[in-house]
């Protein structure tokens, strides 16, 4: 089924591993009201096995939000599913893609590309077991695989066990021989393929994965017929570039949003994780590029990464902080 999670997809943030925490994701959301915010990814042996639903957590703020799974085990992604949408998430993602050592070992992530009927016989178990979204986020092919034969038939596959929205990141994964960073700009981007895909399979709801460094570059493979882009390291380190206009132009809504005024509606949501016992650090290196490419954007960072690491520092630390760069209306 499709629900409310495919219209925010329209412009999703990556699953990032250590980057797309619930602290990341909140600022995330203040940031964009509408764009579709991914968690890291989280082991359905680590929900079903290993009882650890603290990975769960997440502030109700920050809906629309997704939880991506990674797994191979049908029966075990079933329990892994039921137990993130119980937990209101909004979609359930399947990782595809990840080229991590620690992922192949564990028989998922990129390397399932090489068993689609796998991956479908996940999906189905997925979708029979909840109501939300159940999606799949590839590569388009791994090692010595040909990539325009392989991705439709991955496609096609998925597609029969129910799966209705797909985000395809352009690039193959080695899995041997480069690491997990290298796999991200090594490969070459084949954006030519995903645009085919979608053509071929007019009825998913096809995103794009891969070097998007820019709303504009977003709006170009929209305009081009995709449903949807995900940026992912962009919209770390520049948040502000990424997020703060993204529901004026992807959405034709809402107002672009001052990284100033962000950081102030950051106070209470501080104070609250402080006084629950966590650190302000936890939460301040995900504001590290707010101000990216401003004036006084390097000053922000050593204040913040230089402050925030004190016992006992608070909100006071970011405020103190925002003293080094200009508003906006002066620069």
Known sequence: ???????????????????????????????????????????????????????????????????????????????????GAEAGYDEINLNCGCPSDRVQSGTFGAVLMKDPKRVADCVMAMREAVDVDVTVKCRIGVDDQEPRDVLPAFLDQIRA????????????????????????????????????????FSDLHVSLNGGIASLDDAQVHLDAGL?????????????????????????????????????????????????????????TRHMLGLFAGRPGARAWRRALSEGAVHEGAGAEVMLRALDHVAPLAEV
């Open 1 to 83: 089924m499709i629900g409310k999670a495919n219209k925010a997809a329209r412009l999703s943030v990556a699953p990032m591993m250590d980057w797309t925490d619930r602290h990341c994701r909140y600022l995330h959301r203040l940031l964009s009201a509408e764009t579709l915010l991914y968690t890291e990814m989280v082991t359905a042996p680590a929900l079903v096995r290993g009882g650890a639903l603290h990975l769960l957590d997440y502030n109700p703020e920050e809906h629309p939000v997704a939880l991506q799974l990674g797994g191979s085990d049908p029966q075990e992604l079933e329990k892994a599913a039921r137990i």
């Open 161 to 200: 066990a129910g799966c209705q929205r797909v985000t395809i990141h352009a690039r193959k994964a080695w899995l041997q021989g480069l690491s997990p960073k290298e796999n991200r700009d090594i490969p070459p981007l084949d954006y030519d393929l995903v645009h085919r895909m979608k053509a071929d």
């Open 227 to 283: 449903d949807g882009v995900m940026i992912g390291r962009a919209a770390y380190h520049q948040p502000t570039d990424i997020l703060a206009e993204a529901d004026m132009q992807i959405y034709q809504s809402g107002t672009a949003r001052d990284p100033i005024a962000i950081v102030q509606q950051m106070v209470p949501y501080v104070d609250r994780h402080l006084a629950n016992g966590g650190r302000l650090h936890q939460i």
